[in-house]
């Protein structure tokens, strides 16, 4: 695993940006997997930086996200395709037609995950996954449990997530019970890996995640058996690894 280190949020974000700026102009039509979340909002801003400046062409790139709640549709404020085109899509020159988010609309889960799973293999599997890191281990909603889950499935999401994003919502009942996400395989199969973590923190999961026994209760810890994978932290999310 290569470890890259910022002094801070937007060192963290600008280096994960580089990472992502040589992929596309290496593979001008590569498949990237993305991800929400606070952390690449600085990655998203600095790539659209460069793009606005003329160093980068998404025209031929296609992306993968890795979930989306089951229920909300694209134009819903709080909807996974609403935060991508909101921080990316809108502002590159990437076609829509070309950026993939789970169908949050699609009642019948096994549809809306086989769909997904199609997806994946029709574009050839991801050349590099974004990926965040939840404070339990997760990645995409992949949360703690007894299995690795392998392929798209569908989450019920915990009293704790749920909790946790009520105050986005104007009522708890308005928040999803249930979400799409992209599987450990489907993750694992990227041919490329990069994390983004920043802040104190995430600074015990890290060390956890990436020095810790590779096991489902700390779903991140598989990344340990991935052959490509990159971390990019800020100093305070990567204090515990140095
Ligand atoms: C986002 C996602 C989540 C986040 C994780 C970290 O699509 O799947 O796993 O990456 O919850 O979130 P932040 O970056 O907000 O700490």
């Known amino acids: 695993m290569k470890i890259y280190m910022g002094e801070d949020y937007k060192g963290m974000s600008r280096k994960a940006a580089n990472i992502i700026s040589a992929q596309i102009i290496l593979k001008p039509d590569c498949v990237l997997g993305l991800a929400t979340g606070s952390t690449p909002i600085g990655t998203y801003d600095q790539l659209v930086n460069w793009y606005e400046k003329g160093d980068l062409d998404f025209s031929k790139v296609v992306t993968i996200n890795l979930d989306e709640y089951k229920g909300l549709s694209g134009d819903n404020d709080q909807s996974y395709r609403y935060f991508m085109n909101k921080h990316l899509f809108d502002r590159i020159n990437i076609y829509k037609e070309n950026t993939y988010v789970p169908n949050g609309l699609e009642a019948d889960s096994k549809k809306a995950c086989q769909e997904y799973n199609d997806i994946i293999t029709k574009c050839g599997g991801i050349d590099m996954q974004l990926l965040g890191l939840g404070h339990n281990g997760h990645i995409g909603f992949n949360e703690p449990g007894g299995a690795f889950e392998k392929e798209t499935h569908c989450v019920n999401l915990t009293k704790s997530t749920i909790e946790a994003n009520k105050r986005f919502f104007e009522k708890e009942e308005d928040v999803p019970r249930q979400a799409y996400t992209m599987g450990i395989k489907s993750i694992m199969q990227a041919k490329k ?33 991935h052959n490509d994978v990159t971390l990019v932290g800020d100093r305070a999310a990567l204090s515990k690894m140095l």
Do not use: R, Y
Not at 200 to 210: G, L, T
């Open 193 to 225: 890996i990069l994390v983004v973590v920043s802040g104190e923190d995430k600074a015990d999961i890290v060390k956890e995640a990436f020095t810790g026994p590779v096991t489902p209760e700390v779903p991140a810890s598989v990344l340990q058996l």
